[in-house]
C-alpha cells in the first residue's frame, strides 16, 4: 500500500515537474519581451535551469567559446532528442536555430523561438527553403549572427543514409567556419525523443530517470572546401558514435 502510494506521488510530481518546464518556456518568453537584457543571456540561464531540473550532467570535449560572440559561425551537430536543443542553447547561446515551421504553432515553444530569433523553414515548400536560406546568408553576411543547424532534418539514434548539405554550402559560399558537434546520451534511448514518442509524457518519463550524462564532442571551427564531401564527412562523424 504504501508502495503504491508513493508510485503514484511520484508520477504526480514528475507530471507536475514536466507541466512547469512548458510554463517555464512562456515565463522566460515574458521577461525577454519585457527587459532590455540580451536574448542570449536568458537562453543560457534558461538552458541550465531546465538541464539543471532533469538532472542532466553534461561533459564537453572541446571547447564552445570558439563560437565568440558577434562572429559569424555556422554550428551542425547530429540530433537525438529536443533536449540537444537545450544542450546547444548552454554551449552556444547567441546561436539562432533553424526550425521547422510547425514549431511556431506550439504552445509556448512557439512563442520563445520566435523570440530567440529561429529562422523556420516549410520543409515542403521550395519557396520557404530558399527564403530560409536567404534569411540565413542575411543573419551571417550582414548580422554577424551564428547559425546552429541540425543536417538530419529528424531525430534518431541510428545512422542515417544522408543529412542535407545545405549549411555546408552556406559556410562554402559565405567562406563561414564551421563547428561540428557530436552528441550522446546515457543511458541514450530515455533521452532519444523518437519514433512515435509524445512531448509531454517524454518528458514526464525524463523527469523520473535521473542521473543522465549528456557527452558533448565539438571540433574546432573548418573551413568548407567542398560542401558534399565535407557534410558526408561530418555526418560519418557525428553519427559514427550511434552506430
Same mark, same amino acid.
Given at each position: ?27 522566460? $518568453? ?136 545545405? $549549411?555546408?554550402?552556406? $559556410? ?72
Amino acid at each position: 500500500m504504501f508502495k503504491q502510494k508513493t508510485s503514484v506521488q511520484n508520477q504526480l510530481r514528475h507530471c507536475y515537474s514536466a507541466l512547469q518546464s512548458f510554463l517555464k518556456i512562456g515565463r522566460y $518568453a515574458d521577461w525577454v519581451e519585457r527587459s532590455q537584457y540580451p536574448v542570449w543571456m536568458f537562453k543560457r540561464r534558461f538552458a541550465k535551469e531546465f538541464l539543471r531540473s532533469l538532472g542532466i550532467e553534461v561533459k564537453v570535449t572541446g571547447n564552445p567559446g570558439w563560437a565568440q560572440p558577434k562572429t559569424p559561425f555556422l554550428i551542425v551537430s547530429n540530433h537525438v532528442s529536443y533536449v540537444d536543443i537545450i544542450l546547444m542553447m548552454w554551449l552556444f547561446p547567441h546561436a539562432s536555430f533553424v526550425a521547422k515551421a510547425e514549431v511556431q504553432k506550439w504552445p509556448w515553444i512557439g512563442k520563445g523561438a520566435r523570440l530567440a530569433h529561429s529562422v523556420f523553414v516549410k520543409r515542403s515548400n521550395l519557396h520557404s527553403r530558399r527564403d530560409a536560406r536567404d534569411a540565413i546568408y542575411n543573419a551571417i553576411q550582414k548580422d554577424h549572427r551564428q547559425i546552429m543547424m541540425f543536417p538530419s532534418g529528424t531525430t534518431s539514434i541510428r545512422p542515417l543514409q544522408s543529412w542535407k548539405k545545405g $549549411a555546408f554550402d552556406i $559556410a562554402a559560399a559565405t567562406n563561414t567556419p564551421l563547428i561540428a558537434v557530436r552528441l550522446t546520451y546515457s543511458p541514450l534511448r530515455p533521452v532519444a525523443y523518437i519514433d512515435d514518442d509524445v512531448l509531454y509524457f517524454h518528458l514526464m518519463n525524463l523527469y523520473e530517470q535521473r542521473n543522465i550524462v549528456a557527452h558533448v564532442e565539438i571540433l574546432e571551427p573548418q573551413l568548407i572546401q567542398d560542401p558534399a564531401k565535407d557534410c558526408e564527412r561530418v555526418r560519418n562523424w557525428a553519427e559514427g558514435i550511434l552506430s
